[in-house]
């Protein structure tokens, strides 16, 4: 009898730290562990999809990431009434893979090895669990360029995926590239994409709201939560989805509250409008997308409720 593992996740095979292994035999009741990485894969017409858990990242007081301009009591109690912690919350990191048959697509790439220390960086064995190497990605799409998306391009100061070219946002590059964010906050950033995005400049398409990604894939401008920001549609045989990147990162706060301010959105404002205009976008038109701090597999729907939005998991509807 043969199985179809297609739309199975999977996890990879658990290799443990010192950290780990106190963990497994209750020497620690800490959620401080990153599990290695869990894969989903699924179909979008005839494309096929691989979505990687990274990582995940555990935090204290959500209220000072989520809600900043809300009283600190209004997000905790939007939490409890959603059967989540009011004290703490989980961010996870999910790089996808679209394989159009002709092209293998990644759109974003964790943290790479800046990350590993700490249990994330776990895209490439990811990869390799469901089936692909990183010499197969043809397409490395960034839909902007903080550490936790561009932190896997290098791998040991060369190009982890060396056969592929790179698709950036021209005004997100042409902000992080500059020498004027030195002494500024952004620095830190400024920093990363020398390191991690200059290096690929010759083999980089700069790309602008509206343009061609791939076939099938297109670009759309969203800016906010950084000042080039892109989303990206995927349309095959009739079948959409939208990859929404960091449009919105939280499945309650974000999603049912869209205009409450996030810490990390740089233009607070500009990025509660493109949540509106994205999401609105989705929930009209029925369209799934793909959150990259989404709940994993990170892939869903968004339902219009009470001035914001539901999410709806992914279940079966892409399996038959």
């Not at 500059?178 to 906050?185: L, M, S």
Request: with cysteine; glycine share 10%.
């Amino acid at each position: 009898m043969e199985y179809d593992l297609r739309n199975c996740a999977v996890a990879a095979p658990v290799i443990l730290s010192e950290k780990a292994e106190a963990a497994a035999t209750g020497e620690t009741n800490k959620m401080d562990l990153t599990p290695l990485p869990d894969i989903n894969q699924f179909r979008l017409g005839s494309y096929k999809f691989t979505v990687v858990r990274d990582g995940i990242n555990v935090s204290e007081k959500p209220y000072e990431t989520f809600g900043t301009n809300q009283a600190p009591e209004t997000v905790q109690g939007l939490l409890s009434a959603n059967f989540l912690p009011a004290d703490k919350f989980v961010n996870g990191y999910t790089p996808a893979l679209i394989d159009t048959g002709s092209d293998v697509i990644l759109i974003d790439t964790g943290f790479g090895e800046s990350g590993r220390a700490r249990g994330a960086g776990q895209l490439t064995v990811g990869l390799k669990a469901a089936g692909y190497s990183a010499d197969d990605v043809t397409l490395v799409a960034l839909t902007h360029l903080h550490g936790d998306h561009i932190g896997g391009l290098m791998e040991n100061g060369a190009a982890a995926f060396k056969n592929a070219r790179y698709v950036v946002g021209q005004a997100e590059y042409d902000f992080w590239s500059n020498k004027a964010r030195e002494g500024t906050p952004a620095e830190g950033g400024h920093k990363a994409v020398l390191a991690n995005v200059l290096p690929l400049a010759e083999k980089t398409t700069f790309i602008k709201d509206g343009d061609s990604v791939a076939a099938g894939v297109t670009a759309m401008l969203a800016a906010g939560h950084s000042p080039g920001h892109m989303v990206f549609h995927v349309e095959s045989e009739g079948k959409r989805l939208v990859l929404t990147g960091d449009t919105a990162n939280h499945y309650i706060l974000s999603l049912l509250q869209p205009d409450w301010e996030v810490r990390f959105d740089m233009d607070k404002a500009q990025a509660a409008a493109s949540r509106r205009k994205v999401f609105d976008m989705i929930a009209s038109e029925k369209i799934a997308f793909l959150g990259y701090h989404m709940p994993f597999p990170a892939v869903g729907f968004a339902e219009k409720q009470d001035g914001g939005y539901r999410f709806v998991p992914k279940s079966y509807q892409f399996d038959i």
